[in-house]
């Protein structure tokens, strides 16, 4: 029927029509021929377009005029626009074909320039995405409820840095398409807030926090035949009260849900009026290419993607891309939810060029059938025009203006209680590129927390995150620091200050992972140690003396407590699991491992030698002093030698263990002293891809240069002259006499006698020495070969193979210097006795 429809359209409207047809192209096409250099939309241009009009005569001419594929295209286009007018006449009008920057009219999908820049970033839609936003400055539709009158190109946008939301589009589109995926430019509605950039009623993306799916545990059915579960021993009681306080604190944070809900309903925007009619483009990703597993829509304005479903995109008129046109003719009472986005429904989607159904990328075509072939013939009679080639040139994004991003290197971001704040790198002598800022109040007074963004810091300082509630800062770095700091963090305690540092474990000999430093302890996690340590604790006293201060470099250590992992190479009844160093008290206590049909550990206690000096100590040393728990009543106890000795090698890790912590409180200490002395003086790190930021890197690259130049023009006008350091000790006479001549004849000829003795003594001592270590090794072997094993036989197999093509080729290149030598040496002369300089007086 609708078919029946149009038809009877076109025979109705084919007379009453073609004059109107013919006016859009004729008009055009009269205009380029008596004025090409007039504008014709220089009075319907915005102001800012108006005040950076381009030069007629810089544009290329594909900006000015039409193609005869154009041509065709705009009348098919306003062909189609009428019988879409006369279908849907409450419906707005269509972006057919609006003016460029010169005035002249342009199909839309020949404003699409597919291109693919040569910046890895821009390799993927989310970092095409975040360029746009970043790189264009918003000019909101003038009214916001009709179609733009321009459409400019991606060129000139970019030349500008500001656009609407179409040519926002426009530029992501082709920017994806260029990258490989199947984009479309879409035109529609959206909410106010989303057509007017105003993004202070949406919580930051870096605050939203997507919740994990929790799993539901599946219980698994009991079977007939299977062992019945052990009785419920547990307290009926117990498990009552813990409901009863879980139903408390259930019905609190449903509580603390409403209030929220109640505050959000009071900060919502009122209702807008017009809602429906704020007009908008965007850009439509369709699943298959690229492998993206299902469709989603990308707001070029803020460079967020959305499901096709979002409440944000209430309807779309057309979408298009570098090849066809599409009229949606779905209903959008609901918005996007119900629509379909499969462009080869003829019911749902109507396209202004013919064109075979649109299939999946990711589906593989079915093998062609013979049979198949009159199909085939019938597809091909379809393809009647093709989309002409874009009329834009090139894109192209300099690596200056990839670097600053934003028009004025910075950009602000007003957020739901946050603000975002965007650097340019190397723009800020501290290095910051990014700083999100979190507040308590709408107004945005109050500031809750502050979180940086850092690059290029000669310190690796990466991010720093300041809560001002609980003031509590904390930093992260990437790696490189001289002590493989990975992060810090700093608070402030009733005590004093607390320091939970975490290190790169992999970097360090110690094999440090964590420490963690509070006024009366600290805290030490390891991994990847050879002795299987992997925790410290260590407990101080207060500092003699009046202020009593608590340095971990002067508090007397009361308390270490050391634990280590399983070494499966020993007996778990000697291996040790803990070692407690009370010293204070005098005492040492050793935890052994868990044996595995054992439920408690072996242990030792020992009575440290007080004053007793080291000659004496074997003489005082009695059973009294150690404590043994042994696990086996059957086990034979040690001797009073081993426990001895056990005693002395525990002292010992004492003294190691107490040089080890006072190490590390210093470290402490110097790791804050240099984080001080770093955040005073800020110094970047200058990278060899970003010449255009650092000055000095330009002018040392740009002296290079110039030495370069300056070197290789100089050794072209000069060559190579052997009579050049000979000349110099003489003085650089002009003119020679016969004496100084053969002087000079003689004296080059004896250098270079000398050069060529000396290289050929070189080459055969070499040649001797490689024969004698050969016969030595073959000596060696003759000895030796019965007792050697088949790794030693292959070693010395390679060794004699390599020693033999040594040899060949030293004795190769000492046959070729002897026949070489005189050859160079009568060239020499030859070169010398035609010299201009010396000719007049060797003849």
Known sequence: MEDQQKERILEAEEEDDQGSERSVVEELQELEETHPEADASSAHSPLWVRALQPDPLCCPASYKKHSPQERHLLKMAHNFHCQYAHLYPIRKHLLLYPLNECGVQKFVSTTLQPTLLPYPELYTWDGCSSLVSDFLALLPLDPPFDLPTHLYSPTWVLKTRRGSCFDFATLLCSLLLGAGYDAYCVSGYAVKETCLLNQSCQECPLLVIQDKEKMSE???????????????????FREQQQSQRQAGVQAAVAGRQQDEQRLQESERPPVDRFIGHWVHCWVLVLSGSREVPENFFIDPLTGRSYPTTDKRFLGVESIWNHQNYWVNIQECRSGCVEMTFDLGNAVKWESLLCCLPVQPQLLLPDPKDPEDEYSDEEEEDLKVFEMPPSWVKRIEISQQDMEMRCPTGVKVIQYHKAKLEKVAPYLLKDGLVMRLTTYKDLDCTESDTVKEWFQHRQDYLEERELNRITNVTLERFGPGRSQALKTHRCAMLLQGMEHDMEFYSHSRVDGLAKRVERPTEITESFEGRTDFLYHRHIIFGKAPGPGGTTSGEQ??????????????????????????????EGLIRVTYHLEDDRIIPAQRSFAKFQEWPPSQRQQVFSPDMVSTFL???????????????????????????????????????????????????CELRIS????????????????????ANEERLWKERKGVDELAPLLAKLGNPEHLTREEAEQLRKECLASLKEQLVYRANLIQERFQKETQQLRLKQQWYQQNQLSMTQEEKEAYMSYCSSAVLRIKALKLRLGRHKDYAPQKYLMLDEKLRRDPRLSKHLC
């Open 555 to 584: 508090c007397p250590i009361l308390k270490v407590v050391e634990r280590f992992g399983r070494d499966c190479s020993k007996p778990a009844g000697e291996d040790v699991a803990e070692r407690v160093f009370l010293t204070a």
């Open 218 to 236: 599946q219980k698994t059915p009991l079977k007939k035949y299977s062992v019945k579960p052990r009785r419920d021993l547990s307290s009926r």
């Open 688 to 707: 060899i891809y970003s010449t255009a930021w650092s000055e000095e890197a330009r002018r040392y690259r740009e002296e290079l240069e110039r030495v």
């Open 631 to 681: 696990v086996d009543p059957s086990e034979k106890p040690c001797t009073n030698q081993s426990l001895y000795n056990m005693l002395v090698s525990l002292m010992k890790e004492e003294d190691r263990v107490t040089q080890e912590i006072r190490s590390s409180s210093k470290e402490v200490r110097d790791i804050l002293a240099l984080r001080k002395k770093e955040e005073s003086n």
